[in-house]
Nanobody
Framework: QVQLVESGGGLVQAGGSLRLSCAASGTIFSINVMGWYRQAPGKQRELVATITSGGIRNYASSVKGRFTISTISRVNANNTVYLQMSSLKPEDTAVYYC???????????WGQGTQVTVSS
């Protein structure tokens, strides 16, 4: 069973940095895409950044230039995806969810979410 376990959220002042991590496990299927979405109170979940197995990165315009997504690939698709967040703004405050899709599996998979709070 696929598991995505996030870590690294917390409280930071505006202008600060945080790094989120998400470790995938539980399947031998290969990762297709990994990434991060976020959901602020009263708002819809939105894409933050994704990275494909080929290394193609996609960022929301609101985070481009401030956030960097990267991965480490391990055997048996036990990949880890990171989101380095810099120059954080109060509007970045949200629950951040790790996301993954796999070659050969139909479902999208989600982590449990990690809270990021940026104070002004």
């Amino acid at each position: 069973q696929v598991q995505l376990v996030e870590s690294g959220g917390g409280l930071v002042q505006a202008g600060g940095s945080l790094r989120l991590s998400c470790a995938a496990s539980g399947t031998i299927f290969s990762i297709n895409v990994m990434g991060w979405y976020r959901q602020a109170p009263g708002k819809q979940r939105e894409l933050v950044a994704t990275i494909t197995s080929g290394g193609i990165r996609n960022y929301a315009s609101s985070v481009k230039g401030r956030f960097t997504i990267s991965t480490i690939s391990r055997v048996n698709a036990n990949n880890t995806v990171y989101l380095q967040m810099s120059s954080l703004k109060p509007e970045d405050t949200a629950v951040y969810y790790c996301y993954a899709t796999y070659f050969g599996l139909a479902n999208n998979y989600w982590g449990q979410g990690t809270q990021v709070t940026v104070s002004s």
